[in-house]
């Protein structure tokens, strides 16, 4: 059970300007979100309707009769999640208010943009509601004999167009970027460095790339990438950012196996929490290739 513990708490919630700086910030920091669809989506969720199987033309003759089909229906609902953090600061800090607002802009998109990633990334989401694709199937970025990194991405190309998608986009990881930057030919000539413009990386097959550091995945083999059809995902954030503001709360939390209390009064400290609520949506997982070691 979550338990407010705060005894003198001001609630800040950031004007539509600022609120909509901090979230494009956000955005900037995730390569998914930057290459998703936007979504409107209240506070309580929302249920869309879904078509699941279209009717299909028949050849007939002159007097034949003609077939008659009909669509399959089904429901897909979407339910948005916080994602909070809390970080204390000593009271000298909040002395200067600037300051204050310019760290949390600053300190925001770091924190949320590469979570949202490493969760779509993953396996595990934050509830039934909330979609991810960390099972979806994968290609390796780690060329067979033979063969060089542009094939690989011809293979996913041609996976997602199997699943009747188009790949429009490739988020990549610092590390994905890298092996984007190593790939030659066959005669050792780099296969991608003429689309590299000031740290950003020119499309490959007509696909948008985008570079975030949530976007790697550890694992065996480890994820450095997701190549697919980003028409069939989407996100939605309920709502402005807000924090709460409190120099009078005591703290609890883990570092290691070691459970830490900190009580901000007793040392003259105080704490910002800051928290959204977002929703995530795949249509198609199957659009979707994972690009691994």
């Known amino acids: 059970m979550a338990i407010d513990i705060s005894r003198q708490t001001t609630n800040v919630i950031f004007d539509p300007e600022i609120s909509s700086e901090i979230i494009t910030k956000a955005i900037d920091e995730s390569a998914i979100m930057q290459l998703a669809q936007t979504m409107e989506i209240a506070g309580n969720g929302k249920k869309y309707q879904t078509i699941e199987g279209d009717p299909v033309p028949e050849w007939v003759g002159e007097t034949d009769l003609k077939p008659v089909g009909k669509f399959s229906f089904g429901t897909k609902e979407v339910e948005p999640y916080k994602l909070a953090i809390i970080v204390p600061f000593s009271e000298e800090f909040r002395e200067d208010k600037t300051a204050l607002y310019n760290e949390c802009v600053n300190r925001l998109p770091k924190l949320f943009g590469p979570k949202v990633d490493a969760t779509v990334m993953g396996t595990t989401a934050p509830g039934a509601h909330f ?6 199937q994968a290609v390796s970025m780690t060329p067979p004999s033979g063969k060089n990194l542009y094939d690989q991405f011809i293979a996913a190309d041609e996976l997602i167009g199997n699943a009747s998608g188009i790949m429009s986009g490739i988020a990549l990881s610092p590390q994905g970027r890298s092996k984007i930057l190593a790939a030659v030919d066959q005669t050792n000539r780099p296969l991608f460095t003429a689309g590299v413009q000031t740290g950003t990386i020119n499309p490959i097959l007509g ?4 570079v975030a550091k949530g976007i790697y995945t550890a694992g065996s083999p480890a ?5 697919g059809d980003f028409s069939n995902i989407s996100y939605g954030i309920v709502k402005q950012i807000t924090g709460s503001i409190s120099d009078q709360a005591t703290l609890s939390y883990t570092d290691g196996d070691e459970t830490v209390t900190l009580n901000l009064w007793q040392r003259n400290m105080f704490a910002v929490r800051f928290e959204m609520r977002i929703a995530v949506m795949v249509r198609d997982a199957d659009t979707f290739v994972r690009l691994t070691a």
């Open 131 to 136: 979609d991810v694709l960390g099972n979806a």
């Open 207 to 210: 696909a948008d790339v985008k």
């Open 223 to 227: 994820t450095y990438g997701l190549a």
